[in-house]
């Protein structure tokens, strides 16, 4: 149908889920234990997007310390994730909405399968996606494009049919990589500066301007 996407991919946290004040809990907590101190919270946000073995590579003295600090992450954040998260507002109606357009629908998340699975359980999500890629189902996940290409292949889908909505940096650069066009979501956490200096083809103050998109 003219006008009408081939697919709709998007990123997870901070766009589809409202996850930025459980990663924030979950890294100050982890960094007071094995830093001595809690991280500043602008410093953890500028890598969210990245999965998270790399964000603990960043931040730690070590390879070793690194994966110490992921275990304690992963550990408390099992005891507060339901509670702290939801989907941001009209994200299943849009989806909703899209699928009945016939536009085939998946997150593409830096998020690993089993706790990415679980928040969008969380957010009331798992009926209304056709794919979820994640970063331990690739070998090179966002930044690079590998994650948002074998969405493409999985649906059969050009890259010109296909809209990437994302709200990192690391999210644009992949869609960009990858050939779909890309939109911002300025309701994540990241600064306007740091996602229009990626290009991105759209700019989205909600999740409803998705809908307001054409591929034409």
Same mark, same amino acid.
């Given at each position: 149908m003219r006008g009408t996407w081939g697919g709709v991919f998007f990123d997870l946290d901070g766009t589809l889920a409202d996850t930025v004040d459980l990663i924030l809990r979950c890294f100050r907590h982890t960094s007071r234990v094995h830093l001595g101190e809690a991280l500043p919270d602008e410093v953890?946000?500028?890598?969210?997007?990245?999965?998270?073995?790399? =964000?603990?590579?960043?931040?730690?003295?070590?390879?070793?310390?690194?994966?110490?600090?992921? =275990?304690?992450?992963?550990?408390? =954040?099992e005891g507060v994730h339901d509670d702290m998260v939801r989907a941001f507002p009209g994200a299943a109606s849009v989806l909703?909405?899209?699928?009945?357009?016939?536009?085939?629908?998946?997150?593409?998340?830096?998020?690993?399968?089993?706790?990415?699975?679980?928040?969008?359980?969380?957010?009331?999500?798992?009926d209304s996606l056709d794919l979820v890629v994640c970063a331990d189902q690739v070998k090179r996940p966002k930044p690079e494009p590998e994650s948002v290409v074998r969405a493409l292949d999985h649906f059969g889908l050009r890259a010109d049919e296909v809209l990437f909505v994302g709200d990192s940096p690391f999210d644009l650069q992949a869609g960009r990589s990858a050939g779909v066009r890309t939109a911002a979501a300025l309701w994540g956490p990241f600064p306007h500066h740091a996602l229009t200096a990626e290009e991105p083809d759209f700019l989205l103050q909600g999740l409803e301007d998705v809908l307001t998109l054409t591929p034409d």
């Open positions: 953890v946000i500028s890598t969210i997007g990245t999965p998270l073995p790399v =964000q603990m590579r960043g931040f730690a003295r070590s390879d070793e310390e690194a994966e110490r600090m992921r =275990q304690t992450y992963v550990e408390f =954040q909703a909405t899209l699928r009945d357009r016939g536009t085939k629908l998946a997150v593409v998340t830096s998020k690993h399968t089993r706790i990415a699975h679980r928040t969008i359980e969380c957010c009331g999500l798992s």
